[in-house]
């Protein structure tokens, strides 16, 4: 198969995946929100948004553009996906696809009703696909690896599949990086850095590094809007737990009614939840990042000099080559095909 004729079945996905029409993706969400209730109808929407972006034509000839698609030898690629995010794992997947390999997925079952629906309409676009993506219970003698989980089940994978080609991924979060000098839609971008997915995933914030004496009231009232995701009984529940602690241990606080904002030198926070830091130089900043650099998955600031940081507001927007862990995974794969 020719790239040419790969993107064009990748667009037709694109566009089948558009039509779902409105009862079918509410029947999806409904049966989706009952394996997992942190997956609101706004969180699939959002989703199914960063699938239109990775399968879009132009994007996707640049992404592959070189590559041969058939390849000589390919590999039977064992995927375990993760169940954070609605269809999280879906990356992985069209990487496995366009190199040529089969995918052997195991699904989340916290995430085990989008895929297998939206991979079904790419059967009926060609059958080809139907031998090359398939979903098992247990991955049957893989010849590679991708998996994503935490800390706990990374240990578990690197010993079971130590013997393969593998990409482990682990616990990891993102950074928010402030001067002071942000505008209002810079800070309303931070606020869905944050929030956005109920801060459930590794490229949501939790973590700002602030100058001396940084003032968050602006940033509190420019993310006011945010404030119905507090109507979600998950997350409330979270905040009020988060607060009582806070409060139990008598730890100095703000809160604005739905979120949290503590000073901690520790990165990961709780939903509900964003820790602080200050800094006192650039150098410092620098330095404080490079030191965590394994732990952290996006840097976003509006400072050119903050080596590797994205945009206020772009965290869930990653593009085709926006690889987790800065690993990437496509050239991982086509690697494969040499052994």
Sequence with gaps: M????????LNDWRIRIND???IKFSELCRKTQAKNGW???ESI????????????????SKWINGNSVLRQNPKEVGIVMAGNIPIVGFH????????GHTAQIKLSSQDDVLIPYIVNLLFD?????SDRIRFVNKLKSPQAIIATGSNNSSRYFEYYFSSVPHIIRKNRTSVGILSGNESKDELYGLGQDILQYFGLGCRNISKLLVPEKYDFRLFYD???PLQPVVLHHKYANNYDYNKSILLINTLNFLDNGFLLIHESNQLVSPISVVFYETYKSGKALLSY???NKKSIQCVVSGDDHVPGSIPFGSTQTPELWDYSDNVNTLEFLLGLHQN
């Design 2 to 9: 020719e790239n040419s004729q790969l993107v064009n079945i």
């Design 20 to 22: 779902i029409n409105h």
């Design 39 to 41: 997956f609101t109808e």
């Design 45 to 60: 929407r959002l989703a199914f948004r960063g699938i239109n972006r990775f399968l879009d034509p132009k994007k996707l």
């Design 92 to 99: 992985d997947m069209l990487c496995t696809v366009v190199t």
């Design 125 to 129: 676009i060609s059958s080809e696909f």
């Design 222 to 224: 420019t993310i006011e």
């Design 289 to 291: 990042l490079d030191q």
